[in-house]
């Protein structure tokens, strides 16, 4: 379960950025709303894919909070983040095969990383860290 829906997580979400930030896209330019709208539902799709499998956890910091608070077994943790690996590793790539002619057509390095990573528009340590917490 965990990673059927960490594969759909990472396979709408980073689609939806790919969509909109690389060129020659039908999406190119379509903003941030498209873009958060899409990962809302990445991840709403990603919990409804795997819950019935399981906890649906989909991201290693909520099984290892789960773990910390008791309501997960530790017995599960591992297990869990290598599925979640390998269900992010298995999205990622079919968004790059999916995107490639875009990867060839987009200058702009950053959009590329975008893609796959986030970065703060302005460097502010303090305020990037209060953002992410």
């Known amino acids: 379960g965990e990673l059927v829906g960490t594969f759909i997580l990472v396979l709408l979400g980073d689609g939806v950025v790919a ?21 809302g539902f990445a991840v709403t799709l990603g919990v409804y894919a795997s819950a019935f499998m399981g906890p649906a956890h989909l991201n290693p910091a909520v099984t290892l909070a789960f773990a910390i608070i008791g309501k997960v077994s530790w017995s599960v943790v591992l297990p869990f983040i290598i599925a979640q690996m390998i269900g992010a590793f298995l999205g990622a790539v079919v968004v790059w095969i999916q ?6 057509a987009t200058d702009d390095q950053s959009a590329i990383l975008g ?15 209060m953002s992410e917490i």
């Open 99 to 104: 995107y490639y002619p875009h990867w060839q």
């Open 115 to 129: 893609t796959f990573a986030t970065g703060p528009a302005i460097r502010s340590p303090f305020a990037n860290l």
């Open 19 to 39: 969509g909109v930030s690389l060129a020659k896209t039908k999406a190119n330019g379509a903003g941030w709303i498209a873009i958060t709208l899409g990962w």
